[in-house]
């Protein structure tokens, strides 16, 4: 089977696009192995790296594509680590103040000469020692195509240079960029953040209109989604499938590592690592599945695509019962490197409907006053990775108008796919039309909120926790339409 990424041809792989905004899609591989992957017999043993035995050590959390029921794999177009900070205070040996919260990703591509992969890592330099946190970011390439390779400025253009670096025994280079060398007053960057913040990283990968390879780096730290750095591998000769940034169980990568996704806390750089004197940070890890960003479904502990580490770090699973909403969760404490979750202890819920563009929200069912959990969609499906729990289910199309509601039960270990029938907004009653009742429901709760006495969750037509004018009108305009 062939089909088209981006004018590109890719063989042996299928394709859901993402948008007709900017062409990023999922691309799941059901096929032989690329050309130069290394494939195994057996699914793979997550080892810890650069000696990882204990702490120190790159804590967060890693999808490196094994679960309890075995190996999988997935590659996409568009990732994302997210950092929820509370507290955050480290030290290094030295008492010099100062860590990184590293998302790291790996991109493969093959050509007509074979498969390259390339270490992608969008980074935030943080200084905790100071009042605030301090926030810097930066990106680095790394070549993965082949044991001990380095990076040549012909190969690659960007905003960056091509650094040296010199490891134990071995030499290499590296594409590095921090833009607060050229560009200071970039929105959100190397300011001082007041906690909690939540930082968000995201890589795209996409086919530039000369048939070469991109990644954009991308950061929001509260100052909207800032894209810093567009890296093309240039001189790309016979691109025949851009694979995306690939999590795989079964394979290592030509130069002997894993394919992860992993958002971590280490040192500043260098191989430095620092310690943990207090923090309370939230770790989460996302992939857009061609209809929406999913949470993964397996986790570690720690990656093991960096030199840096921290240690005194409790890094464990946990979730916001309000809405299922699952992360690592990092305090301060003796640590074990293990596995977080896997598909065994969570749920999966797959929505089906005929909208084209909409608003899943996720609500604990016993705990309604909760704050929803909010997943926008494309193309009618929308799949949400949560903690076993039953759930109310709201479904609002692109006009943000109620479609659906009802309650899901997930167990720990199921999947359940669920394909609803669209109501027409403002049928407040459901009895499959908008009438004068529902006027009358409507007024009876008219300018309630949440938790009010008259409060009824049915009249909130919009879903904004006010019952107003905004639902007034939606009723109004769809007055008399039924179901035939």
């Given at each position: 089977m062939i089909v088209f990424l981006t004018g590109i041809f890719c063989p042996l792989m299928v394709q859901t696009p993402k948008d007709t905004l900017n062409g990023n899609g999922i691309i799941t591989e059901n096929s032989n192995s690329p050309v130069g992957m290394k494939r195994l017999n057996l699914q793979l043993n997550v080892q810890p790296h650069f000696n990882y035995s204990q702490e120190p050590a790159p804590m967060g959390i890693a999808d490196f594509g094994i679960s309890s029921s075995g190996p999988y794999e997935y590659a996409t177009?568009?990732?994302?680590?997210?950092?929820?900070?509370?507290?955050?205070?480290?030290?290094?040996?030295?008492?010099?103040?100062?860590?990184?919260?590293?998302?790291?990703?790996?991109?493969?591509?093959?050509?007509?000469?074979?498969?390259y992969v390339y270490g992608i890592q969008d980074t935030a330099f943080i200084n905790s020692m100071v009042q605030g946190l301090y926030v810097d970011f930066g990106d680095s390439v790394w070549n993965g195509s082949a044991p001990l390779a380095n990076m040549s400025a012909s190969g690659v253009s960007g905003n960056g240079v091509i650094v040296p670096v010199q490891w134990p025994g071995q030499e290499t280079s590296f594409y590095g960029w921090n833009p607060s060398q050229a560009y200071p007053s970039l929105p959100g960057n190397d300011v001082y953040l007041t906690s909690p913040v939540t930082i968000t990283f995201n890589v795209t990968s996409t086919v530039s209109s000369s048939g070469e390879p991109t990644v954009s780096f991308a950061y929001d730290d509260g100052y909207g989604l800032i894209t810093y750095d567009t890296v093309t591998f240039t001189n790309v000769t016979g691109l025949t499938c851009l694979t995306g940034f690939e999590v795989n169980g079964f394979n290592l990568g030509p130069d002997g590592e894993y394919y992860e996704s992993s958002l971590i806390l280490g040192g500043p750089g260098g191989g430095l690592n620092v310690t943990d004197i207090q923090s309370d940070v939230q770790l989460q890890l996302e992939y857009w599945n061609g209809h929406n960003y999913e949470l993964v479904s397996s986790a570690y502990n720690f990656g093991r695509d960096t030199a840096e580490g921290i240690d005194n770090v409790s890094c464990g699973f946990s979730c916001y019962s309000g809405n299922g909403t699952m992360f690592a969760e990092i305090v301060p404490g003796a640590g074990?490197?293990?596995?977080?979750?896997?598909?065994?202890?969570?749920?999966?819920?797959?929505?089906?409907?005929?909208?084209?563009?909409?608003?899943?929200?996720?609500?604990?069912?016993?705990?309604?006053?909760?704050?929803?959990?909010?997943?926008?969609?494309?193309?009618?499906?929308?799949?949400?990775?949560?903690?076993?729990?039953?759930?109310?289910?709201?479904?609002?199309?692109?006009?943000?108008?109620?479609?659906?509601?009802?309650?899901?039960?997930?167990?720990?270990?199921?999947?359940?796919?669920?394909?609803?029938?669209?109501?027409?907004?403002?049928?407040?009653?459901?009895?499959?039309?908008?009438?004068?009742?529902?006027?009358?429901?409507?007024?009876?709760?008219?300018?309630?909120?949440?938790?009010?006495?008259?409060?009824?969750?049915?009249?909130?037509?919009i879903g904004n926790g006010v019952i107003g004018l905004n639902d007034l009108a939606i009723l109004v305009r769809h007055d008399g339409q039924h179901y035939s």
């Open positions: 177009n568009d990732s994302v680590g997210i950092a929820t900070i509370t507290s955050l205070s480290t030290n290094i040996s030295s008492g010099l103040p100062g860590m990184t919260l590293q998302f790291n990703v790996n991109l493969a591509f093959n050509t007509s000469l074979g498969q074990q490197l293990g596995e977080l979750y896997d598909e065994s202890q969570i749920g999966i819920i797959n929505v089906t409907s005929a909208l084209t563009s909409g608003t899943l929200y996720v609500t604990n069912a016993s705990d309604l006053n909760a704050t929803p959990w909010q997943i926008p969609f494309v193309n009618g499906d929308v799949t949400v990775t949560l903690y076993p729990e039953t759930y109310l289910l709201r479904v609002y199309n692109q006009n943000h108008e109620l479609s659906y509601e009802g309650n899901l039960t997930v167990s720990a270990g199921q999947t359940l796919a669920r394909a609803i029938t669209l109501t027409i907004p403002g049928d407040i009653n459901g009895d499959g039309r908008v009438s004068l009742s529902d006027l009358i429901i409507l007024a009876r709760a008219y300018g309630s909120t949440l938790g009010a006495a008259n409060w009824n969750p049915e009249a909130d037509i």
